[in-house]
């Protein structure tokens, strides 16, 4: 089992916005695996993993593209999105991502 969750990012070294899965960060990785020795509840998880979503990726350029319509020529209008604005609507299903692929490593 694989833990994959895919968003939009830009890639600076290859010049184009690719599919970034966020489970190869290792920040996070470290971070959930102190989640799973700590967590209680799964509500707790989840908001125990939605700050360290929040560490890992707000507002850092690296995590960040500029989106707006494609014939916008005005720079003002181009809007910011960074990997954790992705996730934040999902952190109920990458918690689950990441509890079960430790239960399949249990198993």
Do not use: H
């Amino acid at each position: 089992m694989k833990r994959e969750f895919y968003v939009l990012n830009y890639d600076f070294n290859g010049k184009k916005v690719e599919n970034y899965n966020i489970f190869n960060n290792s920040r996070l990785l470290e971070g959930i695996d102190r989640l799973f020795e700590e967590y209680i509840t799964f509500e707790d998880f989840c908001e125990k993993l939605d700050s360290l979503l929040r560490y890992c990726f707000w507002s850092k350029r690296e995590y960040e593209i500029s989106v707006s319509d494609a014939f916008e020529e005005d720079l003002s209008k181009y809007e910011k999105i960074d990997v954790y604005r992705q996730v934040a609507p999902n952190v109920k299903i990458i918690a689950k991502i990441a509890l079960d692929y430790k239960n399949a490593q249990i198993d």
